[in-house]
């Protein structure tokens, strides 16, 4: 079984901060990792994912994220925060098998604060 | 861009009775899949489909069943509904053996009372 976490459930920053918002993952075989964003009264969409090569992928708006095989971890970064980010974020992994499905972390509330 | 869609955005329905949540995508994605989000648990899968004619059991398919009759629709039905299913709901699409990615429709508000 695959499990995520997300160990902080609230960050608030200030806008023009730089932010990370931390996931981690147990699985022991080959997966992928994304990262969706849920703002508020909406649907997930996708920021980006990571299988294998350069460990830190780019996304839309600023976003990266590094995967750490060593450390289970797949953190999401941003330099510079704009109010707009703020919303809901979602670590997830599915494995590279037949059993094609995602597991989600809880979420990451982020708060910019103008 | 995928295309997925729901209806009812929003739904009140009474203990006991059935509800069905339709979901509808436009980008001849394979899989689809129902989820409900709750405070607390994050994203939780339900039920899911290969194609057209299968469903699959996820991580919390009880009291619920799914229909998948066409490419593009996928239903989740709730034939005896109970409060504890008063959740938002998710239905998404996609292609995971070549994209990786979930294309997300906006949800319905499932209020059982």
């Known amino acids: 079984t695959q499990t995520v976490s997300q160990s902080d459930a609230h960050v608030t920053v200030f806008e023009g901060d730089s932010v990370e918002l931390r996931c981690n993952y147990s699985?022991?075989?080959?997966?992928?990792l994304s990262w969706y964003i849920q703002h508020h009264g909406h649907g997930l969409q996708f920021l980006l994912k990571y299988y294998s090569g350069n460990p830190v992928v780019q996304g839309v708006n600023g976003f990266e994220a590094e995967f750490s095989k060593s450390d289970s971890s797949f953190h999401l970064r941003k330099a510079s925060v704009h109010w707009s980010d703020s919303a809901v974020y979602f670590c997830a992994v599915s494995a590279n098998t037949g059993y094609q499905n995602f597991y989600f972390g809880k979420g990451t509330s982020l708060t910019v604060i103008p | 861009e995928a295309a997925v869609t729901q209806s009812p955005r929003n739904k009140v329905a009474v203990t006991g009775g059935k509800v069905t949540l339709s979901c509808n995508q436009t980008?001849?994605?394979?899989?689809m899949y129902w989820y409900r989000q709750d405070t607390g648990h994050g994203l939780r899968l339900i039920h899911y489909s290969y194609g057209a004619g299968s469903t699959e059991k996820g991580d919390i398919p009880d009291g619920y069943k799914a229909s998948r009759p066409s490419q593009e629709n996928f239903s989740l039905i709730l034939e005896l509904a109970t409060p504890s299913q008063t959740s938002v709901y998710f239905c998404?699409?996609?292609?995971?053996?070549?994209?990786?990615?979930?294309?997300f429709g906006p949800g319905t508000r499932l209020t059982v009372l």
């Open positions: 980008n001849n994605h394979n899989n």
């Open positions: 998404a699409s996609g292609d995971l053996g070549v994209s990786y990615e979930q294309y």
């Open positions: 699985y022991g075989g080959s997966i992928y």
